[in-house]
């Protein structure tokens, strides 16, 4: 069975995200409605994270109380653009570790090239939540979770702000037991690789490179 994808329809994610698709937003207003979306998204995303009792003393007494184990998740975020959904991410789960994979869109064949990877120890304990904003072709998300399996954590999400149709279905056939996360599903790819109506090159605008 293929795992699902959540497409995240909340009001808040969806206003923001029209905000950022304009072509006129300025870098400082596009980075801060990115991180604004990640920690809504955050939410979703760890809906069903499994929390353990505590014991602790309130003002009147002593109860036990659920918590979450931060230090059990590690954000995966695929430079660069990946970048733009930590922080959002972290201050909702502040205890995560944080791993980077470092892949370039080689511009002719549109294929992942790895040219960094580093994860914190203990992967196989660890639940892995992959960032990444753009899905488009798809070949830079497989390609970070066939390496990402490789280091065999205990699950595996994908979160993205926007996927193309045939990014989602190339990525569920390599990886249907990885259930992804977007706020939007756009039309088709173009001609490049870019995501249409999409937001354009989300690196660049994050980091106002162009
Ligand atoms: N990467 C981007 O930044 N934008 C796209 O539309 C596709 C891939």
Same mark, same amino acid.
């Given at each position: 069975?293929?795992?699902?994808?959540?497409?995240?329809?909340?009001?808040?994610?969806?206003?923001?995200?029209?905000?950022?698709?304009?072509?006129?937003?300025?870098?400082?207003?596009?980075?801060?409605?990115?991180?604004?979306?990640?920690?809504?998204?955050?939410? #979703?995303?760890?809906?069903?994270?499994?929390?353990?009792? *505590?014991?602790?003393?309130?003002?009147? #007494?002593?109860?036990?109380?659920?918590?979450?184990?931060?230090?059990?998740?590690?954000?995966?975020? *695929?430079?660069?653009?990946?970048?733009?959904?930590?922080?959002?991410?972290?201050?909702?789960?502040?205890?995560?570790?944080?791993?980077? *994979?470092?892949?370039?869109?080689?511009?002719?064949?549109?294929?992942?090239?790895?040219?960094?990877?580093?994860?914190?120890?203990?992967?196989? #304990?660890?639940?892995?939540?992959?960032?990444?904003?753009?899905?488009?072709?798809?070949?830079?998300?497989?390609?970070?979770?066939?390496?990402?399996?490789?280091?065999?954590?205990?699950? *595996?999400?994908?979160?993205?702000?926007?996927?193309?149709?045939?990014?989602?279905?190339?990525?569920?056939?390599?990886?249907?037991?990885?259930?992804?996360?977007?706020?939007?599903?756009?039309?088709?790819?173009?001609?490049?690789?870019?995501?249409?109506?999409?937001?354009?090159?989300?690196?660049?605008?994050?980091?106002?490179?162009?």
């Amino acid at each position: 069975m293929t795992a699902p994808v959540h497409h995240i329809t909340h009001p808040l994610i969806q206003h923001k995200l029209t905000l950022m698709r304009q072509k006129d937003r300025s870098t400082n207003s596009f980075r801060r409605l990115l991180g604004e979306i990640s920690m809504l998204m955050a939410y #979703e995303v760890t809906r069903d994270m499994p929390t353990q009792m *505590i014991e602790i003393e309130t003002p009147l #007494e002593t109860m036990q109380a659920p918590v979450i184990d931060g230090k059990k998740t590690v954000f995966v975020s *695929i430079m660069r653009a990946g970048a733009g959904f930590l922080d959002g991410m972290l201050n909702v789960v502040p205890g995560a570790r944080i791993g980077h *994979i470092g892949l370039y869109r080689d511009p002719k064949t549109l294929v992942a090239v790895e040219y960094y990877f580093k994860m914190p120890a203990d992967m196989h #304990e660890r639940d892995a939540i992959v960032l990444d904003p753009m899905l488009a072709t798809g070949n830079s998300a497989v390609a970070a979770v066939d390496r990402l399996k490789e280091t065999r954590p205990k699950s *595996i999400r994908f979160v993205c702000l926007l996927a193309a149709p045939e990014g989602l279905q190339h990525f569920q056939s390599a990886h249907p037991d990885v259930p992804v996360y977007t706020a939007a599903i756009d039309r088709q790819l173009d001609e490049h690789g870019y995501i249409v109506p999409g937001l354009g090159d989300a690196g660049d605008r994050l980091f106002g490179t162009k």
